[in-house]
């Protein structure tokens, strides 16, 4: 985002410490840039870049996301469906028992 973007969402409310500190952020992003410094420079004293390790390769969000395809994503889609036409006097007792349920018993996480 631009400063003049900034200043434009923020309105009379961007007050001088903030176009200061915008303003050194961008200074000090340029000079890095112009003077051609790595970032890992300025966290690694070694000549080299420092090796990476051998990460496992990370789930991106759309596989963490429950219900986001297959058989999860059809139950989803149907209980939304259902919980649509639902009453909200039934919609916040079905919550307040889901709730309930989901609450640990004396002092112990529910097993599941």
């Given at each position: 985002m631009s400063y003049s973007e900034l200043q434009q969402q923020?309105?009379?409310?961007f007050n001088v410490p903030?176009?200061?500190?915008?303003?050194?952020?961008?200074l000090a992003t340029v000079t890095l840039r112009a003077l051609e410094v790595?970032?890992?420079?300025?966290?690694?004293d070694g000549e080299e870049p420092p090796k990476l390790p051998n990460l496992p390769k990370r789930k991106s969000s759309e596989d963490i996301a429950w219900g986001s395809s297959g058989?999860?994503?059809r139950y989803l889609n149907k209980l939304r469906r259902l919980l649509a036409k639902t009453e909200e006097a039934d919609r916040k007792l079905l919550l307040h028992m889901a709730q309930k349920m989901a609450r640990p018993r004396n002092g112990r996480a529910a097993s599941n």
């Open positions: 923020a309105g009379p409310f903030l176009r200061k500190l915008f303003l050194f952020t961008h790595p970032l890992y420079q300025l966290f690694y058989k999860d994503g």
